[in-house]
C-alpha cells in the first residue's frame, strides 16, 4: 500500500471538497439560504474553462478568474433581484429554509436542463497540463497539483479574509450572532450581498479546477453537492473552519477506506462517517447552535 500515493489523493480531493463545501456554508452561514443549486455553479465553472479553452484558447489560468468574475455577478444580481426581498420577507429561519430550498431547487432544475439542452448531455474535457509529477513515492499529474494548490490558496485567502478584513469580520459576526450584529452597526444587506457574491465566485473557480483533470457534464453538479452538504454538515453548518477540516477527514476516510477495502465500500464509508456524525455530534464536529433571525 502506497501510503504516500494515498495522502495526495486525500490532499487533492480534500481541497476540492473544502473549496465547494466553503462557498455553501457562507451563504447559508450568512443568510440562512439553502442553496441546492450549488452544484449546478460548479458545473457551468467547468464549462467556462472547457469553452474557453477549446474554442477561444483561453488558458484555464486565466478562466479561473472569469468564472470567479461571473460567478460573483450572477450571486449580486441573484441577491438584488430575488434573494433580498425573499430575505427580509420571512421572519423566522425555519421559512426562510423550506422557502430557499424549493426556490434553488427550481434554479437547479433549470440551470441543469438549460446546461444539457445548450451543451449537450455528452461528457466534455480538454487536456492541459497533463505531464506526471513524482512526489516521493507517489504521482500526480500536473494539473491536479496546480488545481490543489490554487484550491488551498483560495481557502487560505477566504479564511484571512473572515478574519482580517472588516466586511470578513461583519460576516463573522452575522454568522455567530446574528441579531448582535444588527445592534452594533452591522450593514447586513451589504454583508449578505458580498456573501453571495463569494460563495458563487468559489463554486465557479472550483469548477474550473475540476475541470482541468476530469470530465465535466450537466449532471455533475448532483454528486458534488451532497459531498459539500456532507462536509458542512460535518462541520456544522454555517461554520467556515469547521467545514474545511471536515472536508479533508471526509476525503481520509474515503480515500484510505477505499482502498483497504473496495470502491464498492466508498458510500457505505461517507455516509456511514454522516449518520454517526449525525447522532453523536448532531450540530457537527464544530457546530454551535445558530442564531436566530
Given at each position: 500500500?502506497?501510503?504516500?500515493?494515498?495522502l495526495?489523493?486525500?490532499?487533492?480531493?480534500?481541497?476540492?471538497?473544502?473549496?465547494?463545501?466553503?462557498?455553501?456554508?457562507?451563504?447559508?452561514?450568512?443568510?440562512?439560504?439553502?442553496?441546492?443549486?450549488?452544484?449546478?455553479?460548479?458545473?457551468?465553472?467547468?464549462?467556462?474553462?472547457?469553452?474557453?479553452?477549446?474554442?477561444?484558447?483561453?488558458?484555464?489560468?486565466?478562466?479561473?478568474?472569469?468564472?470567479?468574475?461571473?460567478?460573483?455577478?450572477?450571486?449580486?444580481?441573484?441577491?438584488?433581484?430575488?434573494?433580498?426581498?425573499?430575505?427580509?420577507?420571512?421572519?423566522?429561519?425555519?421559512?426562510?429554509?423550506?422557502?430557499?430550498l424549493?426556490?434553488?431547487?427550481?434554479?437547479?432544475?433549470?440551470?441543469?436542463?438549460?446546461?444539457?439542452?445548450?451543451?449537450?448531455?455528452?461528457?466534455?474535457?480538454?487536456?492541459?497540463?497533463?505531464?506526471?509529477?513524482?512526489?516521493?513515492?507517489?504521482?500526480?499529474?500536473?494539473?491536479?497539483?496546480?488545481?490543489?494548490?490554487?484550491?488551498?490558496?483560495?481557502?487560505?485567502?477566504?479564511?484571512?479574509?473572515?478574519?482580517?478584513?472588516?466586511?470578513?469580520?461583519?460576516?463573522r459576526?452575522?454568522?455567530?450572532?446574528?441579531?448582535?450584529a444588527?445592534?452594533?452597526?452591522?450593514?447586513?444587506?451589504?454583508?449578505?450581498?458580498?456573501?453571495?457574491?463569494?460563495?458563487?465566485?468559489?463554486a465557479?473557480?472550483?469548477?474550473?479546477?475540476?475541470?482541468?483533470?476530469?470530465?465535466?457534464?450537466?449532471?455533475m453538479?448532483?454528486?458534488?453537492?451532497?459531498?459539500a452538504?456532507?462536509?458542512?454538515?460535518?462541520?456544522g453548518?454555517?461554520?467556515i473552519?469547521?467545514?474545511?477540516?471536515?472536508?479533508?477527514?471526509?476525503?481520509?476516510?474515503?480515500?484510505?477506506?477505499?482502498?483497504?477495502?473496495?470502491?464498492?465500500?466508498?458510500?457505505i464509508?461517507?455516509?456511514?462517517?454522516?449518520?454517526?456524525?449525525?447522532?453523536?455530534?448532531?450540530?457537527?464536529?464544530?457546530?454551535?447552535?445558530?442564531?436566530?433571525?
Amino acid at each position: 500500500m502506497n501510503i504516500e500515493q494515498l495522502l495526495i489523493a486525500t490532499l487533492t480531493s480534500g481541497t476540492m471538497y473544502a473549496l465547494i463545501a466553503l462557498g455553501l456554508n457562507l451563504v447559508y452561514g450568512t443568510t440562512r439560504l439553502l442553496n441546492i443549486a450549488h452544484g449546478e455553479l460548479v458545473m457551468l465553472g467547468g464549462y467556462v474553462a472547457y469553452f474557453g479553452f477549446v474554442l477561444l484558447g483561453i488558458n484555464p489560468l486565466v478562466s479561473v478568474v472569469i468564472a470567479a468574475a461571473l460567478g460573483a455577478l450572477a450571486g449580486w444580481l441573484l441577491y438584488t433581484g430575488l434573494l433580498r426581498n425573499l430575505i427580509e420577507k420571512y421572519p423566522t429561519v425555519e421559512q426562510l429554509e423550506a422557502n430557499s430550498l424549493l426556490i434553488f431547487f427550481g434554479l437547479s432544475i433549470i440551470i441543469q436542463g438549460l446546461a444539457a439542452w445548450a451543451f449537450s448531455p455528452t461528457a466534455k474535457a480538454y487536456t492541459f497540463l497533463g505531464d506526471v509529477v513524482h512526489i516521493g513515492a507517489g504521482v500526480i499529474t500536473l494539473n491536479r497539483l496546480v488545481a490543489t494548490g490554487i484550491g488551498l490558496f483560495c481557502c487560505l485567502g477566504i479564511w484571512l479574509f473572515l478574519w482580517r478584513h472588516p466586511i470578513g469580520l461583519a460576516m463573522r459576526g452575522l454568522i455567530d450572532q446574528r441579531q448582535a450584529a444588527r445592534v452594533v452597526g452591522v450593514n447586513v444587506d451589504r454583508v449578505q450581498a458580498v456573501s453571495l457574491m463569494l460563495g458563487f465566485a468559489t463554486a465557479g473557480i472550483a469548477g474550473v479546477l475540476i475541470s482541468m483533470g476530469e470530465q465535466i457534464t450537466p449532471y455533475m453538479g448532483g454528486p458534488l453537492l451532497i459531498g459539500a452538504f456532507v462536509v458542512a454538515i460535518m462541520g456544522g453548518l454555517g461554520r467556515i473552519g469547521g467545514g474545511i477540516v471536515a472536508a479533508f477527514v471526509l476525503s481520509a476516510v474515503e480515500t484510505f477506506g477505499v482502498a483497504f477495502t473496495s470502491p464498492s465500500f466508498r458510500s457505505i464509508l461517507l455516509y456511514g462517517l454522516f449518520v454517526a456524525i449525525l447522532l453523536l455530534r448532531p450540530k457537527g464536529l464544530f457546530g454551535r447552535s445558530v442564531a436566530a433571525r
